[in-house]
């Protein structure tokens, strides 16, 4: 066993779920349990440290870029209404509102990276859908006010605002 495997004390298997699609073979994360609002979902490490985005990856800093331990982690998907949140400052998943059992985890992939990897088109479903997604730095500034940001992209958006 590494330490990484040993430094996260909680199991993810009692959090959270993978569950495979069928028909697109595409995998998300589903909670295992409620959480309330603003609760520590599970705490995370960096399997891996990279100097640029991946698409499997959050942003620490200009050139850090790092893969999530436990892996389940990396199936989070993307909502532009989403029900969590990586703290990269805390190394936690966070809830963002109320989190039922069975519920599908989901994240705002721009809340974590300045510029993507690879941009895609959301089909979220949500009424807030912003449709092509891209980064942080591409976010409207009324869009900005709707969401949480890690440190670090905080800190890049406020940058450039001044």
Same mark, same amino acid.
């Not at 698409?55 to 200009?62: A, G, H, M, N, P």
């Given at each position: 066993?590494? #330490? ?17 699609? +069928?028909?697109?073979?595409h995998?998300s ?7 309330? @609002? ?6 995370f ?5 990279? %100097?640029? +985005?991946t ?8 050139s850090?870029?790092?893969? &999530?331990? %436990?892996?389940? &982690? @990396?199936c ?5 209404? +989403?029900?969590? #949140?990586?703290?990269t400052?805390?190394?936690? #998943?966070?809830?963002l509102? +109320?989190?039922?059992?069975g ?5 705002f ?16 479903g ?5 449709? &092509?997604?891209? @980064? ?8 900005? @006010?709707?969401y949480r #940001?890690?440190?670090f992209?905080?800190q ?7």
């Open positions: 066993m590494s #330490f990484v495997e040993t430094a996260v004390d909680q199991d993810q298997t009692e959090v959270a779920e993978i569950r495979i699609d +069928p028909i697109t073979n995998r994360l589903f909670s295992k349990k409620s959480f309330r @609002g603003n609760e520590v979902i599970i705490k490490l960096a399997k891996n440290v990279l %100097p640029a +985005p698409y499997l990856t959050v942003q620490i800093s200009d850090v870029h790092i893969e &999530l331990f %436990p892996e389940c &982690l @990396g989070t998907n993307h909502s532009c209404e +989403p029900n969590c #949140f990586f703290d400052t805390r190394m936690e #998943f966070i809830s509102r +109320p989190i039922l059992e519920e599908e985890l989901t994240f992939y721009p809340s974590a990276e300045w510029d993507m990897d690879r941009a895609f088109q959301c089909h979220c949500s009424e807030q859908c912003l449709g &092509l997604i891209k @980064g942080a730095r591409y976010l409207s500034e009324d869009r900005i @006010g709707y #940001f890690t440190d992209i905080h890049k958006l406020q940058a450039v605002k001044s």
